[in-house]
């Protein structure tokens, strides 16, 4: 089986040349669409694949450090929400489906394999400001805010070490 960034460069090899800087806006646009949708076939069985690596990082850090608070953003294309087929599912609704089991350890002495949090982000890295949703793996129907999502990081890591670390999210 070939590598990711083999199989990548092959399919970008297939699309040619980017567009030059001074393209038309539209052919700019079709190039960065066919290069996120070779992206998302290239990636499609990558998702199940990657979550046994995801759960050895997650054992090996909390053994090593059972009070961390571990999370994970996975970012995903905002197209990822809206490529679902009649044989299967969105990119975005199947990494709900696999990653949910993977968010939500309570306390260090819960399941060495889960995050903390774990979030799934859609973002529209081609525009220039680059808007992005964020949603706690296996919420897909409700977005969290950013500053939402690291305030509760925050007062999680605050809980671990009472110590060391306060947290408030007043100003």
């Known amino acids: 089986m070939a590598r990711v ?5 092959a399919i970008l090899a297939e699309l040619g040349d980017k567009p030059p800087d001074d393209a038309k ?9 066919l290069v996120s949708q070779a992206v998302a076939e290239v990636f499609a069985g990558e998702l199940t694949n990657r979550r046994g690596d995801m759960l050895f990082e997650a054992v090996t850090l909390h053994r090593k450090f ?3 608070v571990l999370a994970g953003f996975f970012i995903l294309d905002h197209e990822a929400a809206s490529d679902a087929t009649d044989r299967r599912k969105s990119t975005f609704n199947n990494a709900h489906l696999r990653l949910k089991i993977f968010t939500g350890r309570a306390d260090p002495a819960g399941r060495d394999e889960q995050y903390e949090r774990l979030y ?3 973002m529209n890295a081609s525009s220039r400001d680059a808007p992005f949703q964020v949603y706690l793996a296996g919420c897909p129907e409700a977005p969290v805010s950013l500053d939402a999502a690291f305030d509760e990081l925050l007062a999680l890591v605050a809980e671990r070490d009472p110590d060391s670390t306060s947290w408030t999210t007043e100003p």
């Open 5 to 9: 960034d083999e199989r990548l460069a």
């Open 25 to 33: 806006a539209s052919v700019k646009k079709r190039y960065s669409e």
């Open 66 to 68: 059972p009070y961390a």
């Open 120 to 122: 799934v982000v859609l």
